[in-house]
């Protein structure tokens, strides 16, 4: 056996072990892609804790109203909470802000129409949520 065959040879199998590498490369990157995806479709965990609303504003008047009642409450009896007249201005645009909150998952819910909740009441929470996942999922065997 020459010297050249057994450069041959071991080229070979250098060759056979970066394709297998690059494989594994591959799913690994399928893999994380998948949990990219899957991360984006859940809400962010604690969401009502990462923004402050203004000091003094309605809407940090609404949310001391909903704490201070402990449950949803009707836009309409928001705002007799909060001292502001129950008329169709102030009714839309409360309902407005509070909607926009709700649909970012931040500070509010909207658990029926024109019903507001916090977060922090847990209202929003559906039967079936996804449980922590198992530090082994997704691991390859």
Known sequence: MGARENLQRLYDRKQQEIRELELQLAQAKAY???IQDSMKVLPKENPGEEQELREGSGLAKAKRALQAAGKPMHVGDILK?????NDK???ISLSGSLGNYARKKQ???KPAPNTFGLIAFGVAAKSGEIEDMPETFGTMQ
């Open 107 to 109: 500070i509010f819910t």
């Open 81 to 85: 909470a909060i001292g502001k007249p």
């Open 89 to 91: 201005k102030h009714r």
């Open 32 to 34: 994380l892609q998948a």
